[in-house]
């Protein structure tokens, strides 16, 4: 087809084209009175009827507001919905700051073994030593890898990792009778920093970036006093570069009896590079759905351990995993005597079905395949950067780590925006990157194409969004109307919000 | 392994030598300079070394294999995480790659299988709860129990809390955990006679931000959410109601039709898998007026330039990526994927199938007290009537008890010695669609005495 | 869009749009020198050289025509290519006479688990007490379904039935003394019919089918000799038409000392309905991946148990499953003492996966849901034909009982032939009905919707005919070119067959 | 069931109603009015009732239970069908619906999927055997050797058969199945002391259609195909080579470079379940001039309406749906499936993978042997090396040997008696990538003497 809203360019950088979708209405819509997609076992004891004990008012009469399918249709249903995604496993997702990994399917198969899949959080740790085992190893493997002492599961993802932290950091403060009320937070830091923060009653203050995009130590120096109780730093940071004087930044808020923070979520890029513990971190979450590879689920679950420093291991969440040697071989036990402990996080033992994947990815790696993984991430971002520098606006051009970050102040004149060509890249087949995101740069595009990414599959990228840089300049209309290659135009999020419809409806009978 | 590179990681020797040429670089340390020298690590990480596919999964078989779990064992332990039927469906549908390996659904126009399950998802959690909107997850039931907490007081500014008895203890440990940091005064009530908890009007004053109510409650009984409501709205304050067995909601009347401002809980008895509690299914359901004050995603009705009806995020600015420090909640990564096993679950199930299941698990309950009523050396000390779970008073412990039944190779509940030890000797059991009449009369038998065995069932 | 050949009809009717589809070459073409997606175990014993016991010149010294791809490539290929096929689980698939039926989920759960899965065929019989005893169990349903005296699950496909069940016929009439040399097949039978025939050397003599669709007394009389072996028939027959002489038939054909074979294929019409060996069938395949479920799997597995009287038991292929009371409970061995037996079909049990499948799918049907869809698998055949009838020229209107015959004779002003009909429907989101069969009916399209299709759904589909059925007529050219909204137009099969491209060749090294 | 209807059948009776009404039969009795009356099951099926979901997972779970396998057993039974680690990427990508669910690729331009993987089988087939075309696949590696023996037949016009030893048994059976109805004249060769077949020249005469060997022969060796090749060419033969342990393929020259004619076997080695030797993946390739004599679908590529490259079923004039009784066979279903299991798989291992996992099996069996050739009571009564696969004597019986290995949890491997009674007391053993060393020693250990334990290993 010769309409370019079909067919975006040279099959060489067109890694996309147009075919058949199914349409699919809502589960409400397809559901037809009397239908069946459930089956249940005949009942082998008497019926007992709850009205004899609650009288009919306090019971149900009726569900009015769910579907009546039979698997068939429940079938058609998700396996259309799902073909309206983008997905890892369908090409480049190279989402910044989200390290949007490719997730190896044996990782699954282990996590659906019954063993794990349909084993329960309360049963006697006797009949669990299997998971504790496992939670163990993963837990001494990430204090290794981080050169941290001690590491907690619980949290289930990076942001009730930094809560945790936070408030271990807070406990800490406060056991030694200070009541600190400041928490430092960089100017480029992700929202769930100052957010945690607040959480923790902390007021936030914000730390201005370096010209270069990361943080200098009069900066820090400046904002620190005996107020502050922490500093949280990302590093890599958010631009995808390396904090270089993170050892000095420590230094100074150590030296006035604060803490440091280390937001993981960007560990992928030091793998057996470096230890945020080496760097002065004095506690950091990791995520497991990016650096280790469990998949985003769409959202989530993820899964944010936390590792500390010995001087917050009295404050670890409960319960801890202990291990004593045995006469056969070691066992496990769930430890609750922390007196000052910050208490429970989670109902249970947070995303265990994580711990799983995470530790068959760190077995089926190793430390080289570890180093290697940090490697080829920042391998991939400096290409992409080093390809792209020159036709697109690189805000700070220095050599980065495992993302990069474009604007599109190039495109300023042809008024052609960051949302634009994050939308044109979709009739190109990927993903659009992390956009508007750090907020320190003006129209950002940050691409993380994280290690799982080859070489050849870089290129294409890269000339699809040379391509588009063509395209905005030649026909912008053509850039600024996308996407069109999707079942959907663009959506608009606008009505969305000002007329908020946030769940199904009937019509009214039209009696 | 052997040596090989990582069958996961694409980079072959040549493009490692033409990349880094590409990017003008000596060599792949030399893209490591602007980590200072001093900083590196200059060893190797101390972990096992790699291992090949087939010795992971060896590996880690053998450690699944040391855990029991509901297929291996007849299963009474609840508690908070259940063991119900999860139809294969819900597995092959969760399983499609298109669901599991993308994130969340920021660019609407190619997420949209994400979005419209979200959606889904949220219209039927109003209906099960009877509120009218849901958001898009949260971590787990205790995490969905505090930020219902915190949502209260942002939207009452007032600072007490006013806790009914029977809220999942791990529930109150996480809700104290969240709230230490603010100065909170929390009434925890005591247990009524029957089980359920002391009334709650007494406690209830014009600085009270919410009533917090489980129910079921963690020992069963059903609450009087009522008169709960009432008490709470006689002096402004908000109801939260908390459910950690989802499937008591298509029994008994919609809490948000007795005057619940918030229901919340967890929703993996919906057809997740039990995973030693996680990945669970937090859920938050409110009123239209809370919207602005709902932690978490969200998901709206749109149309496109074409006039075509779709999904996307919305509200966000009640978000930290947009609002930082002054965002409802920190949450970021949710439950996704169990929001998606859940949405399937409920939509196999249905109208009809979810009400019949719950009756069903209503049954097995009651046949079970009744069997436990005629068995000498049990007890049921507490009056109040449930949905499938509840309090049965043995003759020595629970600890003694539950050990005779894993001796018959049942897993027979929950020791209740350290969350209520002054209930004596006795635990907590959970009869669902998976207890067969057999394992019940095994289950109680054992309960009763050593060495007993169905035979005394008549 | 406006474009009709992007936008079929009102939305009440296109079930089907277009959308973005990821591109994908061949695995050679993604071939990388080097790049690994294999992990094998160190070895845990020495290394040994082959050389040392071949010699080099028998060994091989690479494997060039392999590629070498990372399991993010392979993931990725694989999932895109899935997305370019229609299938049971996106929508109605009603290729006719192959009975696309649902594939209940739980089912392959079962088949994969490890007791079935990865159980080896040659394990001591002690060792597979449980597979045993599920395909002995099998064998009896389909017995009792069928009204045959016993069954055998060994041949692989419908096919390999009928080579086996007219192999019998000729064992039974050689161990007779007798040696005919003639099988009797109606002109509308499926053309493995005198495939297998022929294969056991027998010459086909073709009946023709009445003008009413079915088979009459008369002209099986007519051509029934000494010299016929056996009458193969098939009931429904494949115009959907129940063969309602079948009783006379098989009293003709037994009266001249002929067998009477049953075509299983349209067994899902009878279930619990009748039963072939009422009827007189002495021999007879199942389908089991179309009446019992089992998936098709893009042209297989499938498995093709063979029922016999128990005239024909002596010459069953062996081994045979031999039930035995034993003290604790039942007993199952494998039994080959058939002297008389027509020898082996398959190297093991057949497909036994299949078997697990469709016993699991017996035992969620039970005898009512089996013969629920029969009847719904009828009724729905027949309310597309009474939908579709006053638009669409029926060769043989006749209550049919699972599937419906149209042709195209109705569109022959308008130049638009069944292909194209067929062609066009993959635009509104269907997989085409099989076409050009049976032969006996000119420009045929071959409906069969089975019971896993809901009304709605129908309704939908017979929308689509008549839409189709108007765009012949107002603009046929739209319909001649079809499809339209797929990836690729419509493909040049003649070139395929004139200029063969079989496999996949390196083009020349330019040097 | 609790009365319902079955869940993957839509209809609810108002649709029954509607539709009978539409269709202008009384009911749905009705609809089978041209069945005539006495013809009609006047009962319901004397069938078990149906069991519910759970109910059914239950059963087959506990039949499932009774069966040993791979993953419960230390596994050295090989004999046709191959123990092998199976990615888990291989059961991921197979179980995408849009490749289960569909059939037969008819409508190309709705199913490129399956021809494009079809394709590539057939590309990596001719590498594999050193041949020109492969078709779709046959239903396994016995009907697979007997279509090329009828393949032959058909090309040459000539009726004698010259089978050399080592022909696997059943495939043997299945070949005098097949042939029953033909008069052909089938020459089965003896064995030659080293254990490979005696030489066949002698037996190839100018009215032989073909020659049939199998290497690695059932017993193990690898048989002499060059010699094969030329004494059957010599007489205007072809040379039918089948494989039963495809990996074999990876170390040892591609037959078609020795001469044959025709590649044949079975290809479940190539990641597909053992699934109790079904669904298996019979393979078939030859070169291009016997193409119209092949059985089995075969994929081509063309070009659509725009130029675009794609894939369809090609040269059908062979099938029997065109030719009927001329076809080349019968076959329509085949096993595609299984062919998607081992095109995934070889994609995973690769030009390189394949031919490291073939050395690592060799590797593997070598030590066996040795350690075999070290142990007392135990013998290597075949000289001729093999693959992964070979016979041992044992001091008893082959069944009282393998009975001690079971006893120690290991099977051991297959009773020759049945299949060779001549070689005397022996077992067939295959040693995978999944023999670990250990497990060998304690294989050996237990053949060789009752009670032995690994200890026995130096
Ligand atoms: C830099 C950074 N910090 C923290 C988070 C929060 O982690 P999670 O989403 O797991 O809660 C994210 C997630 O995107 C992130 O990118
Ligand atoms: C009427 C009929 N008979 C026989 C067959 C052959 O069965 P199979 O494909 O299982 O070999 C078919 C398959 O489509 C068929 O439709």
Redesign the interface.
Request: glycine residues 6%; negative net charge; proline residues 5%.
């Given at each position: 087809m010769s309409d370019p809203r079909d067919d975006c360019g040279p099959e060489a950088v067109g890694h996309a084209t147009r075919g058949i979708t199914w349409e699919e209405p809502l589960l409400f819509e397809r559901s037809v009175r009397g239908r069946v997609g459930y089956s249940l076992p005949d009942l082998d004891v008497p019926d007992a009827d709850p009205a004899d004990a609650f009288g009919a008012e306090l019971l149900r009469d009726d569900l009015p507001g769910l579907p009546e399918l039979s698997e068939v249709d429940v079938v058609r249903h998700f396996t259309r919905l799902s073909t309206w995604n983008a997905a890892v496993d369908l090409g480049l997702y190279p989402l910044g700051s989200c390290t949007m990994k490719y997730n190896p399917k044996v990782n699954e198969a282990l996590a659906r073994l019954p063993g794990f899949a349909a084993a329960h959080p309360l049963q006697p740790a006797a009949l669990a030593q299997g998971f504790l085992e496992l939670a163990w190893r993963l837990e001494t493997a990430l204090a290794e890898i981080s050169g941290m002492d001690r590491v907690t599961l619980q949290p289930a993802a990076g942001a009730q990792g930094e809560l945790a932290g936070i408030m271990m950091v807070r406990a800490y403060h406060e056991h030694r009778g200070e009541r600190r009320r400041v928490v430092l937070v960089p100017d480029s830091a992700h929202g769930t920093n100052p957010a945690s923060a607040a959480l923790n009653d902390y007021r936030v203050v914000s730390i201005p970036s370096g010209a270069d995009g990361i943080l200098h130590p009069e900066a820090v120096a400046h904002a620190m006093t005996d107020e502050v109780a922490a500093l949280m730093i990302t590093n890599p940071n958010t631009l995808g570069l390396f904090e270089t004087h993170i050892a000095e930044l420590c230094e100074i808020v150590h030296a006035r009896g604060g803490l440091v923070y280390g937001d993981g979520a960007n560990l992928n890029a030091l793998l057996g590079i470096a230890r945020p513990g080496d760097l002065g971190i004095d506690v950091m979450h990791f995520n497991l759905h990016k650096t280790f590879s469990t998949p985003h689920g769409g959202g989530g679950p993820g899964s944010g351990p936390v590792g500390v420093k010995n001087i917050l291991a009295p404050y670890l969440p409960v319960p801890v995993i202990h291990r004593r040697e045995g006469s056969e071989g070691a066992g496990f036990s769930l430890d609750y005597e922390f007196p000052l402990s910050i208490g429970r996080l989670h109902a249970n033992f947070g995303n265990a079905g994580m711990f799983v994947r995470a530790w068959a990815y760190l077995r089926s790696l190793g430390p080289d395949g570890l180093r290697r993984c940090a490697e080829m991430a920042v391998l991939n971002a400096n290409y992409v950067l080093a390809k792209l520098r020159d036709e697109w606006h690189v805000p700070i051009d220095r050599p980065v780590m495992h993302e990069c970050v474009l604007s599109d102040q190039a495109l300023a004149a042809t008024g052609v925006t960051t949302l634009d060509v994050a939308k044109r890249l979709i009739d190109y087949g990927y993903h659009p990157p992390t956009v508007y995101f750090p907020l320190i740069v003006h129209g950002a595009l940050m691409i993380e194409p994280t290690e799982s990414e080859p070489r050849e599959g870089l290129d294409r990228f890269i000339a699809a969004l040379s391509a588009i840089a063509a395209e905005a300049r030649s026909d912008s209309e053509l850039v600024r109307t996308a996407p069109h290659r999707t079942r959907h135009g663009r959506l608009d999020e606008t009505r969305a919000a000002r007329r908020p419809v946030l769940r199904w409806q009937p019509d009214p009978p039209a009696s | 392994?052997?040596g090989?590179?990582?069958?996961?990681?694409?980079?072959?020797?040549?493009?490692?030598r033409?990349?880094?040429a590409?990017?003008?670089?000596r060599d792949?340390e030399a893209?490591?300079?602007?980590?200072?020298e001093?900083?590196?690590?200059t060893r190797?990480?101390?972990?096992?070394?790699?291992?090949?596919?087939?010795?992971?999964?060896r590996?880690?078989?053998?450690?699944?294999?040391?855990?029991?779990?509901?297929?291996?064992h007849p299963?009474f332990?609840g508690?908070?995480?259940y063991?119900h039927?999860v139809?294969?469906?819900v597995?092959?549908?969760a399983?499609?790659?298109?669901?599991?390996?993308?994130?969340?659904?920021?660019?609407?126009?190619?997420?949209?299988?994400?979005l419209?399950?979200?959606?889904?998802w949220?219209?039927?959690i109003?209906?099960?709860t009877g509120l009218?909107?849901?958001n898009?997850?949260l971590?787990?039931?205790?995490?969905a129990a505090a930020e219902a907490v915190?949502l209260a007081m942002r939207t009452t500014r007032r600072e007490r809390i006013v806790v009914a008895h029977g809220l999942?203890p791990?529930?109150g440990?996480?809700l104290?955990?969240?709230l230490?940091?603010?100065s909170v005064d929390i009434d925890w009530l005591p247990r009524a006679g029957d089980g359920r908890s002391a009334p709650v009007a007494p406690a209830v004053d014009d600085a009270t931000a919410c009533v917090v109510v489980q129910s079921p409650s963690f020992l069963g009984p059903?609450q009087d959410l009522r008169a709960a409501a009432e008490a709470a709205h006689a002096h402004g304050a908000m109801l939260v109601v908390v459910v950690t067995e989802p499937l008591s909601?298509?029994?008994?009347?919609?809490p948000g039709a007795l005057g619940a401002d918030v229901v919340c809980g967890?929703a993996q008895g919906f057809g997740v898998?039990?995973?030693?509690?996680?990945?669970?299914l937090g859920f938050l359901a409110t009123r239209d007026r809370f919207?602005r004050q709902l932690p978490g995603?969200?998901?709206?009705?749109?149309?496109?330039?074409?006039g075509?009806r779709?999904?996307?995020?919305?509200?966000s600015?009640r978000?930290?990526?947009?609002?930082?420090?002054?965002?409802t909640?920190?949450?970021?990564?949710?439950?996704?994927?169990?929001?998606?096993y859940a949405t399937?679950y409920?939509?196999?199930?249905?109208?009809?199938?979810?009400?019949?299941?719950a009756?069903?698990n209503?049954?097995?309950a009651?046949?079970l007290k009744r069997r436990v009523r005629e068995t000498p050396g049990l007890s049921l000390p507490l009056a109040a009537?449930g949905f499938n779970e509840f309090v049965v008073g043995v003759p020595d412990s629970g600890a003694a008890a539950?050990a005779r039944a894993?001796d018959g190779g049942i897993?027979g509940g929950?020791d209740l010695a350290p969350y209520e030890p002054e209930l004596g000797a006795s635990v907590l059991v959970c009869a669902t669609?998976?207890a067969?009449?057999d394992a019940?009369d095994q289950l109680v038998a054992r309960l009763a005495a050593a060495g007993a065995g169905a035979g005394t069932a008549p």
């Open positions: - | 392994m052997t090989d590179l990582p069958r996961f990681i694409p980079h072959t020797e040549d493009d490692v033409e990349m880094t590409a990017i003008g670089v792949l893209l490591f300079d602007c980590v200072p001093k900083l590196r690590l190797l990480l101390d972990l096992p070394a790699a291992a090949s596919e087939q010795e992971v999964v590996e880690l078989s053998a450690l699944a294999g040391r855990n029991a779990h509901a297929e291996s299963w332990l508690g908070g995480i063991a039927y139809p294969a469906a597995h092959a549908l399983s499609r790659a298109e669901f599991y390996t993308a994130y969340t659904p920021y660019q609407p126009e190619i997420s949209q299988g994400t419209q399950t979200i959606f889904e949220q219209t039927m109003c209906a099960l009218e909107v849901s898009a997850s971590y787990d039931g205790a995490s915190l999942h791990h529930y440990d996480v104290r955990t969240y230490r940091a603010l059903v909601l298509a029994l008994f009347q919609a967890e898998p039990m995973s030693l509690g996680g990945p669970a919207v995603r969200l998901v709206g009705e749109t149309v496109d330039t074409r075509r779709g999904y996307v995020l919305t509200l600015t978000e930290q990526h947009i609002r930082r420090e002054k965002a909640s920190n949450i970021c990564t949710n439950q996704g994927l169990c929001l998606l399937i409920l939509a196999l199930l249905g109208r009809i199938g979810l009400r019949k299941l009756r069903l209503y049954a097995k009651e046949y009537p539950l894993l897993v929950l669609e998976l067969t009449r019940i």
